[in-house]
């Protein structure tokens, strides 16, 4: 049995019932300001509440990037309030993602399988090798030359699906709709803070070269 824990700011949504989806079971946790109180076996998902009791919910996506056990976790911030100037600084912060809360369990497992099916789906195991470019999909790992490219989830993905489709301009809308998170069309704009996570994961490896935005059209991956 696989086992995928969730992790929950709110005392509330971590009491939660298990879900059971073939052989894979989700489980809510309870996400204190220190962080996990369990051992985390596979991959983890984050919801951090804007207002917590002893932190903001920025101070703590910023602990969950810094923590070696969840920085690679999937954030998604949940706001009080739709509003623009706090979803900017929630994403500056870390998170992937935003929602406006309460969030109930079938929101949190919509969000959680919507972005686990893609992944399976996609061919979860198989290598990508372009040139110089390897990608290890199952390890969630990309490497330039030998090396390695740091990236959080998200940028993976973009990356993942630009290499699928090399040499080909795709859309910020192509992009949101691979990574299962169309249906909100502010989504769009969160396309440009992947990307300037990309070329800096890129670069840091030596390969910012491989990413060219073409003005008014979207992204291209140069891998001729």
């Avoid at 949504?13 to 879900?19: M, P, R, S």
């Avoid at 706001?79 to 994403?91: F, I, S």
């Amino acid at each position: 049995m696989n086992r995928i824990s969730i992790f929950t700011t709110s005392l509330a949504a971590a009491g939660f019932e298990d879900f059971h989806h073939g052989d894979t079971v989700f489980s809510f946790e309870l996400l204190g300001p220190d962080g996990p109180r369990i051992l985390i076996e596979g991959p983890a998902w984050a919801f951090v509440d804007w207002v917590m009791d002893d932190l903001s919910g920025l101070e703590m996506c910023r602990r969950l990037r810094a923590d070696p056990r969840l920085r690679d976790a999937h954030i998604t911030m949940v706001l009080e309030h739709d509003d623009k100037e706090d979803r900017r600084r929630a994403l500056k912060a870390g998170a992937d993602d935003y929602a406006i809360g309460p969030l109930d369990r079938q929101a949190m497992l919509d969000r959680v399988l919507a972005l686990h099916a893609c992944d399976r789906l996609r061919g979860i195991g198989q290598m990508i090798e372009l040139g110089e470019l390897q990608i290890n999909v199952a390890g969630e790992q990309a490497l330039w030359k030998g090396k390695q490219i740091p990236l959080r989830p998200n940028e993976f993905r973009v990356l993942r699906f630009l290499a699928e489709n090399p040499n080909r301009v795709l859309s910020r809308q192509e992009l949101v709709d691979a990574l299962g998170k169309a249906g909100d069309p502010e989504y769009l704009r969160t396309v440009d803070v992947w990307i300037k996570r990309l070329r800096f994961g890129l670069r840091n490896a030596g390969a910012n070269h491989l990413l060219r935005t073409v003005h008014g059209k979207g992204y291209v991956l140069d891998l001729i």
